[in-house]
């Protein structure tokens, strides 16, 4: 140990293993993965998964990563035994590497200060994604989210409000003759919440016996004559 | 009796040519630089810290404008201490370690005190960056790609320097602390440059991303962070109670299990990623326990005899608590990783708490204890430079501050953990009921951020007692 | 505080610390080798065998593969297409379509896509003989019986491969139905109008 090149030839060699295990073989392994089939649930087709994220949803991406959103939120759902994400309806089932496939930055989060986004989609609509981000307090007296009043504007109104005012409370509520619009940052930002869900089940997260087809033969009524 | 204490005496070596008077050969600016420069960022950071906890007692603080949002305000407080703090003092005491234990000077200052300017600088722009929002959005990897390549030139120039100073040092049998940098130093370029690469310049497909930003957060911690305080450690704490280290193939054993096993985990055990990852993750974390067993052996044995000695030395309680401290959140670590436990604590404030002990307790803390004994050498200056009773306040304030923020964070996460397996519980409901000991991390918030204020004051006095002297010594020879 | 001990100055301006030459204790080399026992267990139960698709909680690629919806009917076709390529082929050939003077068309053949497979099931078994109309065209060639060369399961497969194949779309035939017609214990060859009389509901 008394010899520089000693000491890095084995820094060297510890370093190699650390970056060979969880560097250079998952991506070996996964770095080919590719679109797949969901796995065929009661009477549904099998489909195409994952699906690309739509345009705007990729703007809301940026937006989701400039304001450090990841920071309070994870986009994981984890398998049933280790902890109650799936009985809390947070996604059908498990979060699997095939659902992050064409999301250009993943941003997993590595903390909860609130709930899980990965099936915000599911349980939320446009309305009530752009009042969340106004104001949290709106929905919920004492969220700690902070709000984002800067991702709107608050102008005066044209000819016609717009269709995409807030209906906000009165004591929210913007001055007479103003409304409040959600910039495109907001539009975007909504879009990619609203583009958050995980559906379908794979091979490596297969459904629940319950929901297995009950026979593969063609029902009576199609078969040709 | 003072026989036993004191080793047997050898001759004093002379001192180094920077401390001798009116010596010019070797800058010490370059280190100083970093040093100083490092401390004016862990007080920008523990600003930020406070303002963000405070932001748990009204959201709507500093909310108005997107520059202080809570995301972007936590990316901020992370880049400025890991990167405003964390490299550059750990680059500063490595350098001071390679000159003191290889009787070196430090081989060109000029381009450390260039590569300094220009670390500290992208630093500054990249916080500012992060806060109108070019954050990669990453925790731990902040500093958008731009300046990430800034920061990695300017650390190969200063990489470059330690490794010359490194390899002009006196023949003979090299001391724990000098593996311990050697590794600190190897070890940042090549997680830094593979995140960079895989995450930012050429990404990756999908959740292989957030393995490898995991994976680089871990290192960071593990091995960067934690080699240079242990550096410090092994340095200090033998040296300042005059016994020697117990045993140098326990430091040895600890140093090559902390470099494989603390550089494979940090990947909590919900990812969605295959469990071969994750079960390597677990094992390389459970294996920590063999270093930190280690590293405590070690320190024990060599103090046990003579605890006093410990407190004659003001500072030196910032080096023992540090690691202290070190040993209590890599315990933590451990436990969390276990499948079981993780279950319940993953993604609570348990892991925040884990990681504000092991920044602000142990890393900051140790750094602490060799900036009072480093800055006034550098300046040919003796530790009596620093106001004593600052020292103290300095001290209790950041020992408390951190004790109460990480029991708080640690009694809301392990409350949050064990509420939410009870699906149950609602998130909301969890969050009110677990909103007391989270508001209480604000307190300790303050008193860290105080110490880090009163430190730089104690600073600021050392400094302007060394220009006096600087210019009493000028007047003496005009 | 002992008198005799240094003072912290000298102590700060002293020597640079020693590191002695103790050896490792037993008992953290003993939880060494304990820790890196249980780490390979650990791997061995968690690891999944290194595989891409074994996420917790399956331990293995059989597990996760039982997990997934059971296709018996892939089985049974994999093994009718053994069946067939071994033996029906020669006649009925490779694309189902028969050949004049050899053997009828299976593709398209009400015979074939019936619902219930009991006709076809004796054709199989027992052979066939005589004037038969399939697909509006009028065949008259004998087939072997082949209830002394294939099994219930065999025949059931072939069957169900049959019915399946070349843009086939009949349901699959059980082992139990040909058992059935195979206790019948029908003498020579099958007829066509024997089996007409048979219904396939």
Same mark, same amino acid.
């Given at each position: 140990m008394n010899s520089g090149p000693t000491i890095f030839l084995g820094l060297f060699a510890t370093m190699a293993c650390s970056w060979t295990g969880f560097v250079l073989a998952p991506q070996l392994q996964l770095g080919g993965l590719a679109q797949t089939n969901t796995v065929v649930v009661g009477d549904a087709l099998s489909q195409t998964y994952p699906l690309a994220q739509p345009g705007e949803a990729s703007a809301g991406a940026e937006v989701y990563r400039a304001n450090g959103c990841a920071s309070c939120h994870t986009q994981m759902v984890r398998p049933g035994n280790l902890g109650s994400d799936l009985q809390r309806g947070w996604g059908l089932r498990r979060s699997l590497a !095939?659902?992050?496939?064409? !999301?250009?930055?993943?941003?997993?989060?590595?903390?909860?200060v609130g709930p899980d986004l990965a099936n915000f989609a599911r349980r939320s609509d446009l309305k009530a994604v752009l009042m969340r981000l106004y104001n949290p307090r709106l929905i919920i007296h004492d969220s700690l989210m902070p709000p984002h009043r800067f991702l709107f504007e608050t102008r005066k109104i044209g000819f016609f409000p717009s269709t995409n005012a807030l209906v906000l409370p009165d004591k929210d509520a913007p001055p007479d003759g103003y409304e409040v619009v959600p910039r495109p940052e907001a539009r975007a930002l909504a879009a990619y919440l609203l583009s958050l869900r995980q559906d379908g089940y794979l091979f490596e997260s297969p459904p629940p016996q319950?929901?297995?087809?009950?026979?593969n033969a063609v029902p009576k009524k199609a078969a040709a004559k | 009796m003072s026989a036993m204490v004191f080793p047997a005496p050898k001759p004093a070596p002379a001192p180094p040519p920077w401390q001798q008077p009116g010596a010019k050969d070797s800058c010490p600016a370059g280190i100083l630089m970093l040093l100083a420069g490092a401390a004016l960022w862990l007080l920008a950071a523990s600003l930020c810290g406070l303002a963000v906890s405070l932001k748990f007692h009204a959201p709507g603080f500093l909310a108005s404008e997107g520059y202080l949002t809570y995301g972007r305000l936590r990316a901020a407080q992370n880049a400025a201490f890991l990167y405003g703090f964390g490299v550059p003092s750990a680059v500063g005491l490595g350098l001071w370690f390679f000159c003191r234990l290889g009787r070196a000077t430090v081989a060109g200052p000029v381009v450390v005190a260039i590569g300094a300017t220009l670390w500290h600088g992208a630093v500054a722009l990249g916080v500012a960056a992060i806060l109108c929002g070019k954050t990669t959005g990453f925790d731990y990897f902040e500093m958008p790609v731009w300046c990430a390549r800034v920061l990695m030139l300017a650390f190969l120039l200063l990489g470059v320097c330690a490794l010359l100073t490194f390899h002009q040092r006196d023949p003979g049998p090299l001391y724990p602390s000098q593996w311990f940098v050697v590794g600190s130093l190897f070890w940042f370029p090549w997680i830094f440059s593979t995140a960079v690469l895989v995450l930012l310049v050429v990404p990756e497909r999908g959740a292989l991303q957030a393995l490898t930003a995991w994976w680089y957060a871990y290192n960071f911690d593990n091995v960067f962070l934690g080699f240079t305080g242990l550096a410090s450690a092994f340095y200090f704490i033998p040296k300042l109670i005059g016994r020697p280290l117990h045993s140098h193939y326990l430091a040895a054993l600890a140093f090559w299990t902390l470099a494989l096993f603390g550089s494979c985990g940090g990947i909590p055990n919900g990812a969605p990623l295959p469990s071969w990852i994750i079960s390597l993750a677990v094992v390389g974390t459970v294996l920590t326990a063999v270093p930190l067993l280690a590293v405590a052996a070690n320190f024990y044995q060599t103090v046990y005899k003579d605890l006093n000695a410990m407190d004659a030395d003001p500072a030196l309680r910032f080096t023992y608590v540090g690691l202290i401290f070190w040993l209590i959140a890599g315990a933590q670590q451990i436990a969390g990783a276990l499948p079981q436990v993780s279950a319940l604590t993953d993604f609570t404030w348990f892991g925040a708490a884990q990681k504000e002990l092991f920044h602000y307790g142990f890393f900051a803390l140790t750094v602490f204890g060799a900036l009072y004994y480093i800055v006034p050498r550098l300046l040919g200056l003796e530790n009596s430079a620093w106001r004593p009773k600052l020292l103290k306040i300095h001290f209790y304030s950041s020992f408390l501050g951190v004790l109460i923020c990480y029991v708080a964070l640690l009694v809301t996460g392990l409350e949050q953990g064990i509420l939410l397996a009870s699906p149950g519980n609602s998130f909301t409901d969890v969050l009110r009921r677990t909103m007391f000991p989270l508001r209480m991390s604000t307190l300790g918030d303050l008193l860290v951020a105080g110490g880090a204020c009163i430190f730089l004051l104690n600073l600021a006095g050392v400094l302007s007692k060394a220009c006096c002297r600087c210019r009493a010594e000028r007047k003496e020879r005009a | 505080m002992n008198p005799d001990a240094p003072k912290p100055t000298d102590l700060q301006n002293g020597p640079e610390p020693v590191a002695e030459r103790r050896t490792v204790p037993a008992w953290l080399i003993l939880l060494f080798g304990l820790l890196i026992y249980w780490g390979s267990v650990f791997l061995a139960e968690n @690891?999944?065998?290194?595989?891409?698709?074994?996420?917790?909680?399956? =331990?293995s690629s059989d597990d996760v593969a039982s997990a997934n919806p059971q296709d018996p009917e892939a089985k049974r076709r994999a093994l009718g297409r053994q069946v067939f390529e071994k033996?029906?082929? @020669?006649? =009925?050939q490779a694309t189902g379509l028969g050949k004049e003077g050899t053997a009828p068309p299976l593709v398209g053949s009400e015979w074939v896509l019936a619902p219930g497979g009991d006709r076809i099931a004796r054709i199989v078994l027992n052979g066939l003989t005589g004037p038969i109309n399939v697909k509006g065209q009028d065949w008259n060639l004998t087939m072997l019986a082949w209830r002394d060369t294939f099994s219930d399961d065999e025949i059931a497969a072939v069957l169900t491969y049959v019915r399946s194949s070349w843009g086939n779309n009949a349901g699959p035939i059980k082992p139990e139905l040909v058992k059935a017609a195979r206790a019948e214990k029908h003498q020579g060859n099958e007829t066509s109008e024997e089996l007409l009389k048979i219904s396939v509901q």
């Open positions: !095939e659902d992050y496939l064409f !999301e250009p930055r993943v941003l997993l989060g590595s903390q909860r319950s929901l297995w087809p009950k026979t | - | @690891a999944g065998g290194f595989a891409r698709d074994v996420y917790r909680p399956y =331990h033996t029906c082929i @020669a006649c =009925h």
